[in-house]
Nanobody, 122 residues
């Protein structure tokens, strides 16, 4: 089992920045970790992911150029730096992990955090 704990959400004005962190414990992550988000009335959507072995990164078109995903192997942590935030980025952000092959954008991950709220005011 893998336990994921997110932190770093909050309220920010449009154009501002936030950094989310996700600490993993338990079983070792050996494939991919990602961030998804969900707004009220909408489906959970892919935001960004990082391959734990190759460090390859992947982003949704809506956040490309504004968000950066990174990892700290020593701390078993993945971070999401969010810049130039827009009101449309308001959502609950979830960290997820998977130890098997699959499409990085597919929400079919094995482990999920509890979510952290990000609110961007206009």
């Amino acid at each position: 089992q893998v336990q994921l704990v997110e932190s770093g959400g909050g309220l920010v004005q449009a154009g501002g920045s936030l950094r989310l962190s996700c600490a993993a414990s338990g079983r070792t992550i050996n494939y991919i970790m990602g961030w998804f988000r969900q707004s009220p009335g909408k489906e959970r959507e892919f935001v960004a992911a990082i391959n734990w072995l190759s460090s390859a990164t992947y982003y949704a078109d809506s956040v490309k150029g504004r968000f950066t995903i990174s990892r700290d192997n020593a701390k078993n942590t993945v971070r999401l730096q969010m810049n130039s935030l827009e009101p449309e980025d308001t959502a609950v952000y979830y960290c997820a992990a998977r130890n098997r092959a699959g499409a990085y954008y597919d929400p079919d991950y094995d482990y999920w955090g509890q979510g952290t709220q990000v609110t961007v005011s206009s």
